[in-house]
């Protein structure tokens, strides 16, 4: 799955190309995502210009002066900027056609990426509005997910992969910070001391950072907007290596299971 790196790469990529650019068509092919694409789409983007291209958590906010369209990739989705020769191929469900020659194409094999339109303020929609914070703002830091553990006994890693308390905490990124931070992803959240969160918080600000700068990680069903993968994964230093050699340490690089999820770990780097 695309995680907020990937997301936040994408929402990139695509900004420069569709903002300010007049909508001439939209093309639905197929409608059957996670929810059905609103067969009033076309009607409220013709003619329209995307005046901002916003995230919050996974979703693309594509805010024109009428409404928002919110684009999720779900499980295996994309958006790319292609020219109008380009064919579409037979999972590219959507196209966004505009004045400048340019379609925004979204394409998703499995299906549960989403296409949502609202008239109303996208940040109080009801798929967004419980989300956690931005784990780039301000507003997440130590105290914060210091506050929110308290007397929590689920796993440190489930903990911060659930979006009421930060959003976009994939699987990859929540492995790699805790190694950074040397938290054990076993460790129960309510056991952590507040100087341990600071340090996780920033490791997650950091490794994200890099990520969405080195343009997202190399997942199998991810490109980015321009078609080229991410190198992220380059670096890695636990996810995917179990067996292998800790990097820091040289013990090997543990795998167990996490709230249904794979987790990688060192065992001894992280306490």
């Not at 299906?111 to 301000?138: A, C, M, Y």
């Not at 460790?187 to 490794?207: D, F, M, P, Q, V």
Request: overall charge positive; hydrophobic content about 30%; glycine content about 8%.
């Amino acid at each position: 799955m695309p995680e907020l790196p990937e997301v936040e790469t994408t929402r990139l990529g695509i900004s420069p190309h569709i903002t300010g650019q007049v909508i001439t068509d939209v093309v639905i092919r197929n409608k059957n995502l996670r929810w059905p694409i609103p067969a009033t789409l076309k009607q409220s983007l013709l003619t329209r210009q995307f005046q901002k291209i916003d995230r919050r958590g996974k979703y693309i906010l594509c805010y024109t002066n009428n409404g928002c369209m919110m684009l999720h990739l779900g499980m295996s989705g994309s958006l790319r900027i292609v020219s109008s020769d380009i064919t579409p191929g037979k999972h590219d469900h959507l196209d966004i056609l505009f004045a400048s020659g340019n379609i925004l194409r979204f394409h998703d094999p499995r299906r549960f990426g989403s296409v949502i339109w609202t008239k109303k303020d996208p940040l109080q929609h009801k798929l967004i509005q419980h989300l956690g914070p931005e784990p780039l703002s301000d507003d997440f830091n130590g105290q914060w997910l210091y506050s929110r553990s308290k007397k929590r006994k689920q796993a440190i890693k489930s903990f911060i992969m659930d979006s009421h308390h930060v959003v976009g905490i994939g699987n990859i990124y929540a492995s790699e910070s805790l190694f950074l931070a040397g938290i054990n992803p076993k460790r129960k959240a309510g056991n952590i001391s507040l100087e341990r969160y600071e340090r996780l918080t920033k490791a997650i600000k950091k490794i994200l950072k890099q990520s969405i700068k080195q343009g997202g990680t190399t997942l199998r069903d991810f490109l980015n907007s321009d078609g080229k993968p991410g190198y992220f994964q380059q670096q890695l230093n636990v996810y995917g290596r179990a067996g292998q050699t800790c990097k820091q340490c040289s013990s090997t690089i543990k795998k167990i299971k996490l709230g249904q999820r794979s987790s990688f770990y060192c065992a001894v780097c992280q306490r």
